[in-house]
């Protein structure tokens, strides 16, 4: 593919029609670093779509006057960056292209000032009207299908983010993490205006953030104090530093699993922020639904892409199922049920195909579980109390550290109510019974038809959420997706999209 500099407005649309692919979209101020190669190559990698990188340095975000004159200018150093590194196309538009006098069609944007007001938007006045302005006349130039953004900043990032949902603009915002040079500063195109011991000043401020961060992971606690006492100790200058929830800005609460450490200081005339975000435990998906949505095996294929544990509540219960029948267990007696619980092991094991056997007591059980057998009574057992408390607490001790994805019917409303993800992962009668008749794992239901599989589903669905405990509910802040006419990698790219929209990539940097 040829690659090309693009100059004028009216230049996009033929290159659009030309390149005849989707298109992920770079925009850059110039000045390019390798907070930026890392955006490019990123987007390059990441699929066979065209990659357009555009350098506009937009006067909107500015409310310094000297501030934009001096903003650094390296349009050939960034042309030869950008193609590079990924780039099939460089959009370098003047103020005129994208602001035409007289012109009435261009939308000047207000930002949400439940995000713009906090932080930087606090002594930055009309910056992030700016910002959504310029972003969005450039979306409907551009007309991509992803749009390349960092973490650096995090608020903006929420507020663009805000744009797309607001505007209802078909893009998917891809963001990568805050990139750090060599001394720990984040990366940003205003570094080449620090002297040698204003870097110093804004590396300290930097390690002492990361520093919190590794306390916080110990003590699960912060002290905005402290770290305002060191700062000041060494005369920077702090302009903000807040302890926020990370979606919403306002501060943080104890409950909060992630919030975000962020500050500003000043070094000189230069102004530079930084944030950390802050984990008492890693990020929990948790998975809803009747039998036979795709649950299984959704849930394992996202684990495996997010390199996160699976964990099986419904193997669980088949597990204990089993073991009462095969054991000949009064399950109806409580007393003697409590004693022989708490004799009871389960855990699982990886295979040699990568995949997870369930083991009770030291039996593998893996494929005597999914039998019409353990169906139909895998919902009575789950539905007696001491059996549903002695799991839930076997199933919470596996996500006390987090880092999880896990299935069942009541895991967002009872094990893990604090998931920063919740799905409920529904399909209809007609399409769970088609999946139950070719599910290879099912040992029995080849030999069911068709209509008796569907009323046994009815059943086990009616059991399930008429359950005096933990019913089959679907949560209040869960995501409903129906699977009807989706391919199983259709529903996995889904979630996945949804907690990459909720999880920040930096949580990922160990």
């Known amino acids: 593919m040829k690659k090309v500099i693009i100059r004028k407005t009216q230049e996009i649309e033929n290159w659009r029609r030309n390149v005849n692919r989707d298109i992920n979209f770079i925009p850059t101020m110039g000045n390019l670093h390798n907070g930026h190669i890392k955006l490019i190559s990123t987007a390059k990698n990441d699929n066979s779509n065209a990659n357009l990188v555009s350098i506009f340095i937009n006067p909107l975000q500015f409310d310094n006057k000297l501030d934009l004159e001096n903003y650094p200018k390296t349009i050939d150093n960034d042309i030869n960056i950008s193609f590079s590194n990924g780039a099939d196309a460089i959009f370098i538009p003047s103020n005129e292209d994208i602001y035409p006098p007289n012109n009435k069609n261009i939308k000047f944007l207000k930002a949400p000032i439940e995000l713009s007001s906090a932080l930087c938007g606090l002594n930055r006045i009309g910056h992030f009207d700016g910002v959504c302005t310029v972003v969005y006349r450039l979306l409907n130039l551009i007309k991509p299908k992803n749009l390349y953004l960092g973490e650096k900043d995090w608020q903006q990032l929420l507020i663009l983010k805000n744009l797309v949902l607001r505007k209802k603009l078909n893009v998917a915002i891809k963001s990568i993490p805050t990139q750090r040079d060599f001394d720990g500063i984040p990366l940003s195109s205003r570094n080449v205006h620090l002297s040698k011991n204003e870097r110093k000043l804004i590396s300290f401020f930097s390690s002492e953030l990361l520093e919190a961060k590794k306390n916080f992971q110990q003590e699960k606690k912060i002290n905005l104090n402290e770290i305002i006492k060191k700062l000041s100790a060494k005369k920077i200058s702090i302009e903000y530093l807040e302890h926020l929830h990370p979606h919403t800005l306002q501060k943080a609460r104890p409950e909060d699993n992630i919030s975000l450490l962020a500050g500003a200081i000043k070094c000189g005339e230069t102004r530079l922020i930084d944030h950390v975000f802050l984990m008492q435990r890693r990020p929990i998906i948790a998975i809803d639904g009747p039998a036979g949505s795709g649950k299984s095996t959704v849930t394992k294929l996202i684990a495996k892409k997010l390199k996160l544990l699976y964990l099986d509540t419904g193997a669980m219960y088949r597990a204990l199922s089993w073991l009462m029948i095969k054991e000949s267990i009064d399950y109806k007696k409580e007393k003697k049920l409590q004693n022989i619980l708490k004799d009871i092991s389960i855990i699982f094991k990886s295979n040699i195909n ?27 057992i789950s539905s007696i109390k001491e059996v549903r408390k002695f799991l839930v607490e076997e199933q919470r001790k596996i996500g006390e550290s987090g880092g999880l994805v896990a299935e069942g019917r009541d895991i967002g409303t009872t094990v893990f109510p604090h998931a920063e993800l919740k799905i409920f992962l529904t399909a209809s009668i007609d399409e769970r019974a088609k999946r139950r008749k070719s599910d290879k794992n099912s040992k029995d239901s080849k030999e069911i038809d068709l209509h008796t599989l569907k009323e046994l589903i009815k059943k086990r669905d009616f059991e399930d959420s008429n359950r005096k405990i933990s019913p089959l509910i679907k949560a209040n802040d869960a995501i409903e997706i129906i699977t009807d006419g989706f391919s199983i990698d259709e529903v996995v790219d889904k979630i996945i999209d949804l907690y990459n929209d909720k999880i920040p990539k930096e949580t990922e940097i160990k």
Request: proline letters at 0%; hydrophobic letters at 30%.
């Open 354 to 380: 990568s995949d997870q056997d369930v083991y009770i007591n030291n039996f593998c059980v893996t494929e005597e579980i999914r039998s019409q057998k353990i169906s139909s009574i895998v919902s009575k």
